[in-house]
């Protein structure tokens, strides 16, 4: 185990201090991240903090409220996970990524609020982050904050922050072997992040989810709002609606971010924003909803990349678990895109066996199963390949996926895995 230095000198040595925890290291429960925020003196934030919770959709729906709240004019900040290429994409105010000097004054400051005799022992991965990013928006004046949950609800670092708003995104089955296994088990988990006493809002769930969600809202007094209470948003319309305080309806508002599920995500992130809006005394307006629906963007999903020297499109998605793969596989078919290869490989706690046969249907071409080196939860790219059929072959890495298909015609479809997306961004740059 590397100890704790004394003090980061810079950003440099800081990376090094936070590879050297592990990325996939995981140790759930609060109590060592209500520690730090006691020794940081955040026990109470100085911002809204809104959590989103779920399986799929976290990530879309959080950067969309944050969006809409900054449209307002409200310095918003937005802590995601996980990242491809910097860290520092993980923590983002108003939008943009803090300087490195920044991040090495936060991670002092949690350092010394957990140094060996303080106020607790050492943070994980993302607990260090989570709280270097509290104490990033404190000291930088954010009015309003959202964050994104890493894994599961109860024991998630984030469920330790003051949170005036919780926010369910689609819960479905993944991480089934540390907070499963079944569904139902896993929506306990996620239902474990509510405040008593306090308000959340959920999307549309399973009924074995949704019925979690509730037994755990009236055992302990939580508002849990279905998102249609609140608000809606249309894609085939393109009109988004606030139903409190007072209806409003804005046609014309286009989503940026692609795909049919995105209007799920859409619609949730309009309720948390009715909600924050009454809180915050904020008057929505119509053409501040509009900028930020059709201004939002996250790489990752369903984005196209044109690389130097590579004839096809490069599409890249962060579907990573059964339910992400069949929504990609109704995006696609909206779009009437039929990818001419696949680039994919998952994790080895992801179900291959029900994912397997909905990545194989994403094309009826090639596809390239690479290894991801230094991922130490990757599955070997010879098992996916068995898997997923014959038309699949193993391959060196992420570069010598794109070497594979730089070649073919039309759009080459990237999925599976957020590691193998990381692995390629760097590569496609090269």
Request: aromatic letters at 6%; proline letters at 8%; one cysteine or more.
């Amino acid at each position: 185990m590397t100890s704790s230095p004394s003090e980061f000198p810079d950003f440099a040595a800081f990376s090094a201090y936070l590879d050297s925890l592990g990325l996939f290291h995981m140790d759930l429960g609060p109590g060592r991240m209500r520690a730090a925020l006691a020794g940081l003196r955040l026990v109470s934030l100085p911002h809204l903090a809104v959590q989103t919770v779920g399986t799929n959709g976290k990530g879309s729906s959080s950067a969309l409220l944050a969006a809409l709240l900054a449209a307002h004019g409200l310095p918003t900040g937005l802590y995601l996970s996980p990242h491809f290429v910097s860290v520092r994409e993980r923590i983002l105010l108003g939008g943009r990524q803090f300087p490195e000097a920044a991040w090495t004054d936060a991670a002092n400051a949690v350092l010394a609020a957990t140094a060996p005799g303080g106020a607790t022992g050492r943070l994980t991965y993302f607990e260090l982050l989570t709280a270097m990013a509290a104490r990033m928006f404190t000291d930088h004046g954010a009015e309003a904050v959202v964050y994104e949950a890493g894994l599961g609800g109860a024991g998630d670092a984030t469920t330790a922050l003051p949170r005036d708003l919780v926010l369910y995104a689609p819960i479905g089955l993944d991480h089934a072997a540390v907070i499963g296994p079944t569904l139902a088990d896993i929506a306990r988990d996620k239902a474990g992040a509510m405040v008593p006493g306090g308000v959340a809002v959920t999307g549309p769930q399973p009924p074995e989810a949704l019925a979690e969600l509730r037994r755990q809202a009236e055992a302990i007094g939580t508002r849990l709002y279905d998102v249609a209470e609140l608000a809606g948003y249309d894609a085939k319309t393109r009109k988004a609606v606030l139903k409190t305080p007072h209806r409003l309806d804005i046609p014309d508002a286009k989503l940026r971010l692609a795909g049919p599920h995105q209007a799920q995500n859409a619609a949730l992130a309009l309720a948390g924003f009715a909600l924050c809006a009454g809180m915050l005394g904020i008057v929505p307006d119509p053409e501040a909803v509009r900028r930020a629906l059709a201004e939002t963007f996250l790489p990752g999903r369903l984005h196209l990349l044109h690389l130097p020297e590579m004839a096809p499109g490069l599409l890249l998605d962060c579907a990573h678990n059964l339910p992400a793969l069949t929504a990609l596989e109704t995006a696609l078919a909206s779009l009437r895109l039929a990818p001419s290869a696949l680039i994919f490989t998952c994790l080895g706690d992801k179900d291959l066996d029900a994912m397997a046969p909905v990545a194989a249907r994403l094309t009826t071409g090639p596809i390239f199963v690479p290894e991801l080196p230094g991922v130490s939860r990757a599955r070997p790219a010879a098992e996916v390949a068995a898997m997923l059929g014959p038309r699949a072959v193993a391959v060196a890495g992420p570069e010598a996926a794109l070497e594979s298909v730089r070649a073919l015609d039309g759009t080459v479809l990237a999925c599976g895995s957020m590691y193998l997306l990381a692995a390629l961004f760097p590569a496609a740059q090269n």
